[in-house]
């Protein structure tokens, strides 16, 4: 069993971290330097090389501890016994947890999934999001044969759009609810856009 975090490290990495993600905002990751994030939080270089070697090392930490929350707190092993209908308009409980999980940690998610240097983070953001869909799509429709497209595809291309919605979703400074923004985004993925279908035939 691992040995739970001191409550004063686990303070001083969170203002150390909160310090890099708004010197991320303000002026990019390249333009801030150790003495910055310091600063920043109140706290001398010391204390930031107790616990980071560089300012790399404090971003990859950040951003793993942040991938690994969002990981955990949606549980995204699905119960093979439970039963969702995915038809309904409810959206799936796993899917409200990441948009909550996301709110939660809004500044860090839009400084993260915005910023150039952090293609790694945005990539494990989109491998949580196809884990997900890949998991929904096979509740759905196990049958690959009553797919219109190949399934991989499908999943790929439903991934891209909900992370390219949870990316606007940050930038107007989350207009939305977590639960409606799931519900939303599970509408249009099984109903699609469009009210009257009738043009389909």
């Known amino acids: 069993m691992s040995k739970k975090m001191d409550p004063r490290v686990v303070r001083t990495r969170q203002m150390l971290r909160d310090a890099l993600v708004e010197l991320m905002h303000e002026r990019g990751y390249e333009n801030t330097t150790v003495q910055d994030i310091t600063n920043r939080a109140t706290l001398n270089r010391a204390t930031f090389y107790l616990h980071y070697r560089d300012k790399f090392d404090l971003l990859y930490q950040s951003s793993e501890e942040t991938l690994h929350d969002l990981t955990k707190s949606i549980n995204l092993s699905f119960d093979e016994k439970e039963e969702f ?4 308009d409810e959206p799936h409980e796993i899917f409200i947890h990441l948009f909550e999980q996301i709110s939660q940690n809004s500044r860090l998610y839009k400084v993260f999934l915005t910023e150039k240097n952090m293609p790694h983070f945005t990539s494990c953001v989109m491998d949580v999001l196809v884990d997900f869909i890949s998991k929904g799509m096979n509740s ?8 219109t ?9 439903f991934a891209a759009a909900f992370l390219g919605v949870i990316v606007w979703w940050l930038e ?15 509408r249009i993925a099984i109903k699609g856009p469009y009210v009257d279908k009738s043009f389909y035939h």
Do not use: C, G
């Not at 759905?140 to 797919?147: A, G, K, R, S, T």
């Open 85 to 88: 209908d995915f038809l309904s």
């Open 140 to 147: 759905v429709q196990p049958d690959d044969q009553m797919l």
């Open 149 to 157: 497209v190949p399934r991989e595809i499908a999943v790929r291309y």
């Open 172 to 186: 107007k400074d989350m207009p939305y609810t977590p639960k409606y923004m799931a519900t939303q985004l599970m």
